[in-house]
C-alpha cells in the first residue's frame, strides 16, 4: 500500500449573477476598455450585489454544490477550511458561518489568510490531517468577496477585481494519487507595496480612516508585478526541478490569475505551451482566493485520473507557492 496522501476528489464554483464589464467601468473611472484588457487580460468579472451578502454566500453555494456532486453528507465533513482576505466580519471565521449555513455540525473550522495564495496554503495544511490519518473527509474553500474592499474611484485596482466562490473536497488516497509535494514561501518586507491600511489593530476604523479611504486594497502595481513575476515563476519551476518533471510531464498549470502577463511569464519559464494553462482572468478578474479553485472547476471535465497538475500562487504579504499533484479522477465521467 502506498502512503497516505490527500486526493482532490470534488470541486465546485460558484460566481454571483452580476457582470461589470469593462465598458460599464468607463463610465465610473478614468479608463477604457483597451488599457484594461492591453494591461490585465481581463474583460469582465462579476459582482455581489445585495444587502446583507458576504463571502460566506458566495461559499456556500460552492459548498451546497460540492456536497450534492460528491454524494458526501454535512455531517461526515471533519474540518472545513476557509481561505479568504474578505471574511464576513473579524470573528467568528467565515468557515464557521459557512459551517453553520449549510448544516455541518461534526467538524471544526478556521479561516487562513495568506492573500491570494491562501488556497494553496490552505490545501497544503489540509492534507496535513489527512496524511496524518487523522480525517477523511475535509473541504476547502477559497473565496472572496473582493468588491467590498476595493475602491471603486481607483482605476488602477477597481479594474483588477471580482468576486467569487470554490471549494473542493481532499480524502485519503493510496493509490499515488493526490499531493505529491509543495513549497510554500513568504516575504514581510512586501507588506508595505500590498495591504490594507486600515481596520486591524494598527489602524482601527475610524472617522478618519473612513474618511481617508484607508480599508480598501492599496497596490503598488510596478513593484507588485515585479515580485510575481519573478516568484511565481521561480517556484513554478523549483517544484518541477524538486520533482524531476519536464514540460512534457505536466499536464495543467493552474495559476492563480491575476494578470495575464504574470501567468505568461510563469508558463514560459516552465516551457509550457497556452494550450497547456488554465486561464480565465477575460471573464472573473482576480478573485483572491478563488481564481484557482474557479479554474479547477472550469477545467474539471478536461482532468484525467493520473495527470500532473501544478497550482501556482503569488499574493499580498508577500506570499507565494506551488503544489504538485497527481489528479485522482476522470473529470468528465
Known amino acids: 500500500m502506498d502512503k497516505i496522501r490527500a486526493a482532490i476528489t470534488g470541486i465546485q464554483g460558484y460566481v454571483p449573477d452580476y457582470v461589470l464589464t469593462n465598458k460599464e467601468l468607463e463610465t465610473m473611472v478614468d479608463t477604457t476598455d483597451e488599457w484594461i484588457t492591453t494591461r490585465t487580460g481581463i474583460k469582465e468579472r462579476h459582482i455581489l450585489k445585495g444587502e446583507g451578502l458576504g463571502t460566506s454566500d458566495m461559499a456556500v453555494e ?54 491570494c ?49 470554490g471549494a473542493v473536497l481532499l480524502e485519503p488516497d493510496t493509490n499515488g494519487h493526490g499531493i505529491q509535494d509543495a513549497i510554500l514561501r513568504s516575504d514581510g518586507s512586501g507588506r508595505v507595496h500590498l495591504h ?47 520533482n524531476n518533471l519536464k514540460a512534457e510531464d505536466i499536464a495543467w498549470l493552474v495559476p492563480h490569475q491575476a494578470n495575464l502577463r504574470i501567468i505568461d511569464a510563469t508558463a514560459r519559464r516552465m516551457g509550457l505551451a497556452r494550450e497547456k494553462v488554465m486561464i480565465n482572468i477575460q471573464k472573473y478578474g482576480n478573485t483572491t482566493n478563488g481564481t484557482i ?33 497527481k489528479w485522482a479522477y476522470d473529470g468528465a465521467k
Open 62 to 115: 460552492a459548498v451546497k454544490g460540492l456536497l450534492k456532486k460528491t454524494n458526501t453528507k454535512a455531517e461526515e465533513v471533519e474540518l472545513v477550511i476557509c481561505a479568504t482576505v474578505s471574511p464576513d466580519m473579524v470573528y467568528p471565521a467565515t468557515a464557521n458561518i459557512i459551517s453553520d449555513k449549510v448544516g455541518i455540525k461534526n467538524a471544526f473550522g478556521f479561516d487562513l489568510n495568506a492573500a
Open 293 to 325: 479553485p474557479m479554474c479547477l472547476y472550469e477545467w474539471e471535465n478536461q482532468l484525467k485520473k493520473g495527470d500532473n497538475v501544478i497550482l501556482a500562487a503569488f499574493g499580498g504579504g508577500f506570499t507565494w507557492g506551488s503544489i504538485y499533484l
Open 117 to 165: 495564495s491562501g488556497f494553496i496554503y490552505a490545501l497544503v495544511t489540509a492534507s496535513k490531517y489527512i496524511e496524518s490519518g487523522l480525517f477523511k473527509k475535509i473541504i476547502v474553500v477559497g473565496a472572496d468577496k473582493m468588491s467590498s474592499i476595493v475602491d471603486y474611484t481607483d482605476r488602477q485596482t477597481c479594474v483588477i477585481f471580482g468576486d467569487a466562490a
Open 196 to 242: 490594507q491600511k486600515a481596520g486591524g489593530s494598527v489602524r482601527p476604523a475610524s472617522f478618519e480612516t473612513v474618511a481617508n479611504r484607508e480599508h480598501f486594497v492599496y497596490q503598488e502595481g510596478q513593484a507588485v508585478f515585479k515580485f510575481a513575476v519573478s516568484n511565481m515563476a521561480d517556484v513554478s519551476v523549483e517544484i518541477m526541478e524538486k
